[in-house]
């Protein structure tokens, strides 16, 4: 087995993960490249790969933001839709559902479509819901709409015929036509091809809309990696947590919206512990999500550029997706995120980040704005050890809060913390209270570059008394790619099929058609499942599949009661097939910290940006403590334990507290009380009074509240 490179492109940082044959791993954090995000990759990839041999590598695993910026910005190519006589106006009509700022507002105005109406076509046929074709395929109205989509200069269509799950074969004659003069086009009955036009429509329309863009990407990013010598297969994360071949993922590029948060999502489920609660605060944002049994939460349906706080998945106010996803709330608060006072002087924090470009104004890149970065640094949660930073840059930044509020620096950055704080703990609400969840039987599983400084106190909120916070915790989403299994999903709507089971085995057969494998094949799972609803009912369920129309109706019966809080019978029908076929990579748990690669690259922001001068911390000494730090990484040496002056408002203000890293406390005799201190090459733990830190498995960190402890 040779070696695999993991790679995740954030809002702020990028993180890449080199996993050596024995397990051992080499880690990079290099500032995202936002005009070209391949640049980053090639920083990262170059600094982990060292003097290592490039042809040794034998995998890369991509997760990445492409396609999701792209909706969210509106910079996808021009597309053209193409749809049944009659239906032209489904996607203009759209649907929308008003947040609460728009609820009253009588100038209010609906959000473009994501296709201009003038760019819908129609062609004249119609096939009934059992696929039954009432209006055969009219060519010639086929052909006229090619021409003028070709007149237009559009190099991207997307059809959706009514009914097309049932029958696909207008959708088929249709994209056939098309193809002669139109260089890109997707189909509905290829892509997802369910029930609900609407939706169905709109799945389509995206994936025709950034499929070109992560074509052209993904092209691009081969060529620059076998530039360094690495001709491994590139792979990609999709929005469901498997992963797909770079080709897959450019043909099916709406599965990879929701690429990059999913990965994080599969290092937390891989901890070991069954019910966790995923938490993950990068420079951007935040996310939270559900883990039960060790299996996130999914989704099959999720909004992508609406409103509302949790990352615009509000349903009805975005672009509705139908594709399997990681079940997440999502909120614009990361370490990068800026506070600011509104016009009545009170106190806000995000959406608006300062990224990597200019950055928190102490990475002394040029940013001034006060951050959720420039905030912890003031209160002494993080230090200059494990990133080189200015903390006079970050008082001034505070000082533009401070003097307008009437209060001391430490408060203003205090209560930035605790604004944040607050904002990360509402999307720990959403995906569990919410939902019928008590949150108090979960551990929070704490990741990203910035989660595990606010982890306990997000924790605290909720009762729950444990925060895990596990190895290689800043770029633990990189490292979850490469747990990931490689895998291709089916859907198939279907009123009334004669033979479920025969239908279950021909979408595995195509599933796993796509993975080069037969679905008998060692190592290869298949798993099934249905859509069930109450005849009559509009809206179904997703249940495991089951020969047994008793045990199926069973776990329809037991997945109503559980989302609707009922009991409820009566006859019910089957409406989708579902499959999911997964080839799992070699297994190679990665080893604890102390075997981290001498080559290993702490994340200095400065080391990738040419435009760093002027005020700026000594990347050598920790200003606070006075230690040395390892210049050529950025990481303190040694294992020596030192203090550093902190503040928590529970002691009054700042006080010394313990500082440690993962080999110190690994070294101590018993538990580490707070308040106190665990600094990671590429994040920080902040032990707050009232927990305790201790080592755990795989090179983890538990922080156990002391009440919890004493149960």
């Avoid at 819901?129 to 086929?142: F, H, I, K, Q, Y």
């Avoid at 559900?290 to 550029?305: A, C, L, M, N, S």
């Avoid at 009545?344 to 924090?349: E, S, Y």
């Avoid at 108090?440 to 595990?452: H, N």
Wanted: charged share 20%; with cysteine.
């Amino acid at each position: 087995m040779g070696y695999a490179i993991g790679v995740d492109v954030g809002g702020t940082f990028t993180d890449v993960v080199l996993r050596h044959p024995s397990g051992a791993v080499t880690v990079a954090k290099c500032l995202s490249t936002h005009d070209d995000p391949i640049a980053g990759i090639v920083a990262g990839v170059t600094r982990v790969l060292g003097g290592l041999d490039p042809a040794l590598v034998t995998r890369v695993v991509h997760a990445t933001t492409l396609a999701t910026n792209a909706v969210l910005e509106r910079r996808g190519v021009r597309v053209a839709f193409v749809t049944t006589r009659g239906f032209r106006s489904i996607v203009p009509l759209g649907r929308h559902a008003r947040v609460e700022e728009e609820r009253y507002d009588l100038r209010f105005t609906p959000p473009p479509p994501p296709v201009d109406p003038a760019d819908c076509f129609e062609v004249v046929e119609r096939v009934s819901a059992r696929g039954e074709v009432l209006t055969p395929l009219d060519l010639p109205s086929v052909r006229r709409a090619a021409r003028e989509i070709a007149r237009r200069g559009i190099t991207s269509a997307a059809v959706c015929l009514l009914h097309s799950y049932a029958n696909p074969a207008h959708e088929r004659r249709v994209a056939a036509v098309l193809r002669a003069s139109v260089p890109d086009v997707v189909v509905s009955s290829e892509v997802w091809p369910e029930i609900r036009e609407y939706e169905r429509a709109t799945t389509t329309i995206m994936s025709a809309y950034v499929g070109p863009l992560m074509a052209a990407y993904l092209s691009r990013l081969r060529d620059r990696l076998a530039e360094l010598g690495v001709r491994a297969p590139v792979h990609v994360m999709e929005s469901g947590g498997g992963v797909v071949s770079a080709e897959l993922a450019a043909r099916r590029a709406v599965a990879t919206i929701e690429s990059g948060p999913a990965a994080g999502v599969l290092a937390a489920a891989g901890i070991g512990l069954p019910d966790v609660i995923s938490f993950d605060m990068g420079g951007t944002t935040a996310k939270a999500c559900v883990v039960r049994g060790g299996r996130p939460e999914i989704t099959h349906e999720f909004h992508v550029g609406g409103k509302g706080s949790f990352g615009g998945r509000r349903a009805g106010t975005g672009v509705p997706i139908r594709t399997p996803a990681i079940d997440l709330a999502e909120v614009g608060a990361g370490g990068g995120s800026i506070a600011w006072l509104d016009a009545a002087g009170t106190l806000r924090v995000g959406p608006r980040s300062a990224g990597s470009s200019p950055g928190p104004a102490c990475y002394g890149l040029g940013g001034a704005e006060p951050t959720v970065t420039d905030a912890n640094l003031v209160l002494g949660y993080l230090g200059s050890a494990s990133l080189p930073l200015s903390p006079p840059l970050a008082e001034k930044a505070l000082d533009r809060l401070a003097g307008p509020l009437g209060v001391p620096r430490a408060e203003a950055a205090l209560a930035v913390h605790t604004i944040v704080s607050a904002a990360m703990a509402s999307a720990v609400h959403v995906v569990t209270v919410q939902r019928g969840i008590d949150p108090r039987g979960f551990a929070l599983v704490a990741f990203g570059g910035a989660g595990p400084m606010h982890a306990a106190r997000v924790a605290g909120r909720f009762g729950i008394g444990r925060v895990v916070v596990p190895a290689y915790c800043g770029v633990a989403s990189a490292a979850g790619l490469l747990t990931g299994a490689l895998s291709a999903d089916r859907v198939l709507s279907r009123l009334g099929a004669a033979d479920p089971a025969g239908l279950l085995d021909a979408l595995a057969r195509e599933a796993a058609g796509d993975l080069g494998v037969s679905p008998d094949d060692t190592g290869v799972r298949v798993e099934r499942s249905v859509d069930v609803r109450f005849r009559g009912q509009a809206h179904e369920l997703t249940v495991p599949w089951s020969a047994s129309p008793d045990v199926l109706r069973g776990r329809f019966f037991a997945r109503y009661a559980q989302v609707y809080g009922i009991e409820q019978r009566g006859e019910v029908e089957l409406v989708g097939y579902r499959v999911r076929v997964t080839l799992p990579p070699p297994a190679s748990p990665p080893e604890p910290p102390a075997a981290r690669q001498p080559g290993t690259a702490g994340p200095d922001p400065r080391a990738a940006d040419p435009r760093a001068a002027g005020t700026r911390a000594d990347p050598r000494t920790d200003t606070r403590t006075g230690t040395r730090a390892d210049t050529r990484t950025g990481t303190r040496t040694g294992t020596r334990t030192g203090t550093r002056a902190a503040y928590f408002p529970e002691l009054g203000g700042y006080t010394d507290v313990p500082l440690h890293t993962r080999a110190t406390l690994a070294a101590l005799p018993g538990v580490l009380p707070g308040p106190a201190v665990v600094e990671d090459p590429e994040s920080t733990i902040v032990v707050p009074p009232g927990w305790t830190a201790a080592p755990g498995p795989a090179g983890a960190v538990h922080l156990l509240r002391e009440e919890a402890a004493g149960a």
